[in-house]
């Protein structure tokens, strides 16, 4: 069962967290209708994710016996079968499917950005992973289509500032991730990194960073978000998101894989920053 979990990813769910910042944003936590479509849509994105998991195991199961980490995996150590994982692939795909459209029935809104995440996760699998600059796009979108997903589906309306902040970070961790597997291992298994070097990927890495503090605090002192109760407080959270910035780019120029959910989980300070920075979010909003 274990190995089955880590094959799902099912701790990189923390991701699809995403869904939710247009409703808690929009002050709207309290209507319980919205909040039992949101677990559902949430239930349905996290299915979806480890469709695509499992898929991208497969699809790259050679290469992965052949890599000093990913080798590790349970399909590639053979710790899952791989029948197994197929049928387990196709259950998962079909479960999404299906909850998906008990969350959001026929909204054509939400059923484009759950099946363009899907299709565009595929390519990335198929091959699109090994493009330049395409392949941070596609790892950007996956952030932002979670983003409009959840827009699409409880109806309600994104700031124009949290979209480009969601964007800005989204494209800071794909280019972290990069960073540090060019640091770790090398060019030698994943051929995209022959294309990047150190000194781009940090320079387009502290550029969106940077402009994903300055949009956040646009956010914050929007007109739409100062007309919500409290929303004037919302501009002392600045400094908290600036700290935990710096933390998390303390330990991505560390010794980490770059991946954003195993730095998260992997320092507890930087897991309690973001904890009580949700905690005073919500706080400011509905305390």
């Not at 595929?122 to 493009?131: D, Q, R």
């Not at 550029?207 to 007309?227: E, G, H, K």
């Amino acid at each position: 069962m274990r190995d089955t979990l880590r094959l799902l990813r099912v701790k990189h769910s923390i991701k699809n967290v995403m869904i939710a910042l247009p409703m808690v944003f929009g002050g709207l936590m309290e209507d319980w209708d919205l909040v039992g479509r949101l677990a559902l849509c949430f239930v349905a994105f996290s299915l979806l994710s480890s469709c695509i998991y499992v898929l991208n195991d497969l699809m790259d199961l050679e290469q992965d016996r052949t890599h000093p980490t990913k080798q590790n995996r349970p399909l590639a150590s053979g710790a899952v079968p791989v029948g197994r994982a197929k049928v387990l692939g196709i259950c998962l795909g079909l479960m999404a499917l299906t909850v998906n459209f008990l969350a959001v029935g026929r909204n054509a809104g939400a059923w484009l950005c759950f099946l363009l995440y899907l299709g565009l996760n595929l390519g990335y699998s198929c091959g699109l992973k090994h493009v330049p600059i395409l392949d941070l796009v596609i790892l950007m979108s996956g952030f932002l289509l979670r983003l409009l997903y959840g827009a699409s589906a409880l109806e309600v309306e994104v700031s124009n500032w949290l979209y480009l902040t969601v964007v800005s970070a989204a494209f800071y961790f794909g280019m972290g991730k990069r960073r540090n597997e060019l640091q770790r291992q090398g060019n030698t298994f994943r051929p995209v990194l022959r294309l990047y070097t150190r000194e781009f990927l940090d320079r387009m890495g502290y550029l969106f960073l940077a402009l994903a503090i300055v949009f956040y605090s646009m956010w914050s002192v929007d007109p739409s978000t100062l007309a919500r109760p409290n929303g004037d407080k919302l501009i002392w959270t600045v400094p908290l998101v600036m700290v935990i910035c710096m933390r998390y780019s303390l330990l991505v120029e560390g010794d980490s894989d770059g991946d954003p959910t195993e730095v998260l989980f992997g320092d507890k300070p930087l897991l309690g920053m973001v904890t009580a920075f949700a905690g005073i979010c919500l706080g400011i909003l509905y305390l």
